[in-house]
């Protein structure tokens, strides 16, 4: 069965609205959970990493003010679009791992964002 | 610093034969591991294969080897078998451990396969 669960799987918005979008880890407590956006055609790029408890951690270009993370418990990360806009539309993934030393990583089925 | 390559950005492949997906990559850490996923155009990311870089065998699972060149940095996908379910898109990733203390996985560009009856 499914490891990870995204909610929604898809979102139309309108430009200058926010939407959130939820990653669950089903099995396991995941101590640590990634964000990765996937436009059309292209490969996963990773926007942040999420640790429980504490800050997420943006990689370079990414707007955290732009893209808020919260991993409020151990089986829940959101993302949040703030002021969502068009070029903001994309397929967002969510991973989890079981550790901190696991090299095992399980992606949710995605949710894909459109902004009108 | 941390490099994925994948050259090719289309295979096709004749059913029941086999394919190789090309990848190589780049990193400073001397632990690290490497995966080949595969994304079908549902969207959803497939675990296919996983190889450790002190693994001293190649990993296969099933119908999917990885040939494992580590002096080389490749870490070629080989598909044998090719079956009409496998057209979708490959990718191939790293991760590795950080100097901030966690671990960041990249992925390379994609090879999209087509297998042809």
């Known amino acids: 069965g499914a490891v990870v669960s995204q909610h929604p799987s898809w979102v139309i918005c309108k430009s200058g609205t926010s939407v959130k979008i939820e990653c669950r880890s089903l099995?396991?407590?995941?101590?640590?959970m990634f964000w990765y956006r996937q436009f059309p055609k292209q490969s996963l790029m990773l926007m942040a990493t999420s640790n429980e408890g504490s800050k997420a951690t943006y990689e370079q270009g990414v707007e955290k003010d732009k893209f808020l993370i919260n991993h409020a418990s151990l089986t829940l990360s959101t993302l949040t679009v703030t002021s969502a806009h068009p070029e903001d539309s994309s397929f967002y993934i969510c991973?989890?791992?079981?550790?901190?030393?696991?090299?095992?990583?399980?992606f949710g089925p995605g949710t894909r964002l459109t902004v009108t | 610093a941390q490099k994925i390559t994948q050259t090719q950005p289309g295979m096709f492949v004749q059913e029941k034969e086999a394919v190789t997906l090309d990848c190589t990559y780049d990193t400073s850490d001397p632990s690290y591991g490497l995966f080949w996923y595969k994304q079908p155009s549902s969207g959803e990311m497939i675990f296919l294969i996983y190889q450790g870089s002190y693994d001293q065998q190649n990993a296969t699972e099933g119908r999917y080897s990885l040939n494992f060149q580590k002096a080389r940095k490749s870490a070629n996908l080989v598909i044998s078998a090719s079956q009409l379910g496998d057209s979708a898109m490959y990718f191939c990733?790293?991760?590795?451990?950080?100097?901030?203390?966690?671990?960041?996985?990249?992925f390379g560009a994609g090879t999209r396969l087509f297998v042809k009856a």
């Open positions: 991973s989890v791992t079981k550790a901190v030393q696991s090299y095992e990583q399980y």
């Open positions: 099995d396991f407590q995941a101590t640590t």
């Open positions: 990733a790293m991760r590795d451990a950080q100097l901030t203390g966690g671990f960041k996985t990249i």
